[in-house]
């Protein structure tokens, strides 16, 4: 489908920025997000400030175009029919339930236009639908609010839980709570409410509790999850050796049963122990993980394999740190925060798709090994608002109007027009060991000018 001609010169200098935008625009149409708002909001009403002004406004301070949302409201606080406060007030009142809701739209749009693209990393575990379970703490915020501010302390806004997929690189569900302090597990039955059956979760020991473990299998869905120290199985017969894992740790293998007090219902799983060449940071030289994988579809080797695979949803994470703005310390409600987060979730889902056109325009092992996300979330930023002042709203509707094939192939030719050059990772040799330091106690400060003198 042909784009309008004002975009030529963008599309020209910078295709990443109009690929990053036109996906936002497909996310961010208006009737979809009022959709998703009256689904799932409970109390907060539209009037002036509507749903789609919020996530305009926090997606600029996610990409970084403006540094806060004071400083959107101060450049572009004219187009909005409401006060400074009225929007912060919006923002202070943003229901989790819709901010959640708000990444599995997300997700829901963008996964039929992942699938249909081409060189997509292959099924972690073919007949079935791999995702990761992690959980993230938001971090400390500025002292805003009259109670924080005789603290010292560091104020936290909440906390999430997050689905991912490993394979499209897509986060597909955010469950919020406003209390960072609040045990993880009592967020596990939203979690459950988004397993179907089919699939198989990955996650750490924090989730492994005989309840979950229990729920999950009558889905019927499918589990790889860490043993926690208190659980205690019951061992079926000996472990044996079942072959080595892709670091050369040996592997065993064991028939083991627990029980479910609540119910009394018993399950049987493999456990599979990986035995480690290092111990872990309290000691231990094996690490358990459960299952009820079918051994006809995964084998030991395959069970430590997608274990291994949790990383990536901490890879995501590391992005939404580094690369995006997810933790904005000036929104110090928790409500605020949360959004902020699901935001930059959102807007995380429409770089990944992204990056899928660029991998089947140039190849996983460019995507993989050389594209710097820094430089492209970067160049995003620098274009973004020259690209909002010369091209108008309207022009950007053609990418609403796409089928998912029309938006996927638009995005892979203009995936094709892309300088690799301007993405590329720089990579650096191996870190040099860092020289003894001399003590600053008697002299607290020397001239460098000096120092770099002597050099000579």
Known sequence: MLLPKILDPFIARSPVSVMVRGTLQRLFDGESLQVVFDDHAQRQYTRKLTFFHCIRVMSDV?????????????????????????????????????????????????????????????????????????????????????????????????QSLALYDPQFDLVTDVVCCEDAYAQERT????????????????????????????????????????????????????????????????????????????????????????????????GE???????????????????????????????????LTEDLRCE??????????????????????????????????????????ELSMFYLTLEVARVNEGMEIAVEERHWEIFARMNDEEFGQTLMDLAGRMRLSQYRKHKRGPKRPPPKKISGRERHHVSTFRLLAQRK
């Open 187 to 282: 967020m596990l039955p939203e979690i459950l409410r988004r397993i179907v059956p089919g699939d198989c979760l990955v996650a750490d020991r924090n989730f492994c509790t005989t309840g979950f473990l229990a729920a999950i299998d009558v889905l019927p869905a499918f589990f790889v999850i860490r043993q926690h120290a208190t659980l205690k199985p019951k061992a079926l017969g000996e472990r044996r050796r079942a072959g080595k894992d892709e670091h050369g740790r040996m592997l065993y293998e064991q028939w083991v049963e627990v029980s479910e007090a609540r119910t009394g219902r018993t399950l049987k799983l493999r456990r599979i122990t990986i035995q480690l060449k290092k111990p872990t940071k309290d």
């Open 62 to 158: 996610v990409f970084k175009t403006v540094p806060s949302v004071s400083a959107w409201y101060e450049t572009y606080g004219q187009e909005l029919a409401a006060t400074r406060q009225a929007l912060y007030e919006k923002l202070n009142h943003m229901e989790p339930g819709v901010s959640g809701a708000l990444v599995r739209h997300s997700a829901e749009v963008l996964m039929p236009v992942v699938r249909e693209m081409k060189h997509l990393p292959a099924a972690l575990l073919p007949g079935y639908r791999v995702r990761v379970l992690d959980g993230n703490h938001l971090t400390g915020t500025e002292h805003r609010l009259v109670e924080l501010r005789r603290l010292r302390a560091a104020t936290l806004p909440g």
């Open 328 to 369: 904005i310390d000036t929104l110090a409600y928790p409500r605020a925060a949360l959004f902020g987060f699901c935001v930059a979730v959102m807007a995380y889902n429409a770089v990944s798709a992204v990056k899928s056109a660029t991998r089947a325009a140039w190849g996983e092992e460019f995507v993989e090994e």
């Open 285 to 319: 030289m094996e690490i358990h993980l459960l299952t009820n994988l079918p051994e006809k579809d995964a084998d030991a080797v395959k069970v430590a394999s997608l274990y291994a695979d949790r990383w990536t949803i901490e890879h995501a994470f590391e992005h």
